[in-house]
């Protein structure tokens, strides 16, 4: 068995006197397409943020590439090798197209074909079209390929997308899971927190449901398939 690339091992995380997490646990394997799942305010976001270094863990340990990383500031879990599509989206708004992907391009890890501006727009040609337009004036879905864009230009090792395809028009929503498709087929290790479980399914390989801060249910596609109705009142979807 190779080693996780990701585990988040029993990690508490706290709003002040609030606990939204207790003893989460999960992992991503290397090249390995992992889904979030469970009711809205259930901790899967508070799980990305003490992932990516936005909030701190009190207790447990989590490893990336075998390095714990808990605690450590968000720009220090980036530079690791972990890239993250927000909630949001939160592009820069008063930077292009151009600008927002430039601004956090690096390749620290020294990838050996790294994420260029020519590949994005490759990937998303509606952003080639909009390049020189700023962040604010793009709609939804071409926000949310910036998104994307921005966090491949980081060349990370693991994208962690929390609600990418949230309110947008299905025909971009189909643009968004075909690029996480080539993603995927690319090698790279995936965290996908949606609501569309009809498209995670053939996607993912491994599903997680979240209840009060920690996991409650975990397997493939195919077992969740199969308890579809038994996990329903834990999806809420
Ligand atoms: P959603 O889909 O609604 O974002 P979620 O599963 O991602 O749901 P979290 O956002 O992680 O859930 O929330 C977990 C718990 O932490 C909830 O009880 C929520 O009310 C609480 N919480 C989230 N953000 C804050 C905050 N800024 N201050 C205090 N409590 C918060």
Redesign the pocket.
């Given at each position: 068995m190779p080693a996780p690339l990701l585990d988040v091992d029993h990690i508490d995380t706290f709003?002040?006197p609030?606990q939204?997490?207790s003893g989460m646990s999960f992992s991503v394997m290397p090249g390995q397409f992992v889904t979030?799942l469970?009711?809205?305010?259930?901790?899967?976001?508070?799980?990305?943020?003490s992932v990516m270094g936005l909030m701190s863990p009190a207790r447990g340990t989590i490893r990336f590439d075998g390095k714990n990383i808990a605690g450590l500031p968000a720009y220090q879990v980036a530079r690791a090798g972990i890239g993250l599509v927000p909630?949001g989206r939160q592009v820069f708004p008063n930077l292009t197209v151009h600008e927002n992907l430039v601004a956090t391009a690096h390749n620290r890890q020294g990838q050996a074909s790294p994420w260029t501006q020519e590949k994005i727009y490759a990937l998303f040609p509606r952003l080639d079209e909009r390049s020189g337009n700023l962040g604010a004036n793009l709609s939804g879905g071409e926000q949310q390929m910036l998104a994307i864009g921005r966090a491949l230009m980081t060349n990370p090792r693991l994208l962690i997308l929390?609600?990418a395809t949230e309110g947008l028009a299905p025909l971009i929503r189909n643009d968004i899971w075909h690029c996480l498709t080539e993603l995927k087929a690319s090698g790279l290790a995936i965290i996908c927190?949606d609501?569309n479980l009809n498209s995670l399914l053939p996607l993912a390989d491994h599903h997680y449901i979240?209840e009060?801060?920690r996991v409650v249910w975990s397997g493939s596609s195919t077992e969740l398939r199969n308890q579809r109705e038994q996990l329903q009142g834990y999806m809420g979807v």
């Open positions: 709003y002040g609030s939204a997490l979030l469970g009711r809205n305010g259930m901790g899967k976001t508070t799980s990305v943020k909630e929390d609600e927190i609501k979240v009060k801060g």
